[in-house]
């Protein structure tokens, strides 16, 4: 394992970590867009009347635009705004973009082509957010086309062919497909409703042998709020192990965010507060807030991927990577070579938004805060109709996630009188010693075909398991724990009432059956 060499990650805590051998051969091979070089000369030329003939950008007067006006909730005018808005009950705030009068991002600024980051006005007003937040020591930001984007870029900043990466055994699999094209394998880490086990963790980082399996894994690829699909939440004291692990076995922390700013069950007081002061009211929301790793972080291991998907809206497409200045610099220049940076229609909001001119950072958090309020509603709801139509069958139970959009659903297949439990001795400890896979199957679609619900079987989200590095003693084979649902609260009560009827008319004649 490399120890300290050079500051390389501009932390400016005065450690002196160097990150550098994490990098990919793809990474470290990758060079600069000299064009968008050219773009950060202009930038700095300090002379007043340049006049640049160099770049393709259409002339803003040519944009077919002038104005572009964004209709939005007033989240000062009512105490949950989200409630008013959705009842077409609040008032409304009108926030503009301009070309040619005063606004925080210009349209004229706004859509030239630009480099990789982002647009300057865009990134700082992220970045502000960002250190109020999680006060990060010294990262800088990267804006990206949403979580999947970022993830994807990340994941090939670090990836070789025959890499192992480190992940919970149950995961959002449209992420964890990204590397497999590129030769990297996953290594599922065992959970519990707590979320990932930093002792099953290090057991796997302890036994691993680099001579038989190669190199040990070197990122954890993690989502700890309301993690998809358990819906499970990391607690403080396994935050603190997991990154005490990865400093003792120098991993990279990839910190897949998208459901933060959907935590639940903050105490009263909190909630129905009386109006404070836009400083106090962004501090006792911030005080809500479990701490990430990347608050935690002190060496520039942590990677957070961020995104304005699951608290503004998906199509956006816009999100934002923190990571030490090294790791920055190698995505941007990935994205000036692939992707560009996102397009300037959501990086005008997202400015006009937390500027003076928009909600501003308080205005954001107020509307932050009252969303929580309304998802823990849709939460609440699912759990008592659950109660009545659900549970009462003696056929299945439910989680209470402390955050996040999902509840993950057990569902007791040993009562099932076509269930098998098969004693293995020997053998492979991996292979499936009960049929429960192939009834969870069954019953996904029975539920759809016959009860017309659809809930995601965990099965979708497992990684396969390899028998080189599970130990063999006492171990359960991750096929006969594939007994999960995964359903949604994010939609309105009729839609999860029916939902929930469903599952429990389906339980009921499937284990009948």
Known sequence: MDGPQTDSNGTGNGRVIDLSHHLSGEARNRVANPLKD?????????????????????????????????????????????????????LAQIIRSYKDQECALSIRDAFPYS??????????????????????????????????????KVFRLFGENGDHFLTDEFSFPSMTNSPLAYGVKWVGVKMDSGGIIPEEL????????????????????????????????LSVDRRKKIYAIAQTWDLIIIEDDPYYFLQYDIPPNQTHCPPASPDEFIKDFRSTLIPTFLSMDVDGRVLRIDTFSKVLAPGMRLGWITSNKLFHLKLADYIDSSTQPPHAFGQMFVTEMLSEHGWKVEGFCRWLRSLCLDYQSRRDFLLDVFRREVESTG???VNCPEAGMFVWIEVFFEKHPRFVR????????????????????????????TQGVVFIPSSTFAI??????????????????????????????????????????????????
Not at 54 to 83: C, K, M, W
Not at 202 to 216: F, I
Not at 423 to 446: D, I, W
Not at 486 to 492: E, N, P, Q, S, Y
Request: proline fraction near 7%; hydrophobic fraction near 35%; charged fraction near 20%.
């Open 422 to 449: 098969e004693q293995c001795f020997g053998g492979s400890p991996v292979v499936a010693r009960t049929n429960t896979e192939y009834l969870l199957k069954e019953l996904f679609e029975r539920l759809m075909n």
């Open 115 to 152: 480099r990789a980051a982002g647009l300057k006005q865009c990134i700082d007003v992220i970045t502000d957010f960002t250190n109020l937040i999680f006060a990060p020591p010294n990262h800088h930001v990267t804006l990206t086309l949403g979580n999947s984007d970022g993830i994807t």
């Open 38 to 90: 050219i773009l950060r000369v202009i930038s700095e030329c300090p002379v007043t009347d340049l006049i640049s003939m160099a770049n393709g950008d259409p002339h803003h007067s040519l944009y077919p635009f002038r104005q572009i006006t964004y209709e939005v909730p007033s989240v000062q005018d009512a105490p949950d705004p989200v409630i008013s808005w959705r009842n077409n009950s609040g």
């Open 395 to 397: 056929y299945a139970s």
């Open 464 to 513: 396969p398991e390899n028998p080189l590095w599970v130990e063999s003693d006492g171990h359960v084979p991750l096929s006969d724990r594939t007994r999960f649902l995964r359903a949604t609260f994010g939609g309105t009560e009729e839609i999860i009432e029916k939902g929930m009827i469903r599952l429990g008319k389906g339980l009921l004649e499937f284990f009948q059956d």
């Open 202 to 233: 290090e057991k796997v980082l302890v036994k691993w042998d680099e001579v038989k399996w190669g190199r040990r894994p070197h990122v954890l690829y993690i989502i700890p709020v309301g993690q998809n699909p358990t819906g499970s939440t």
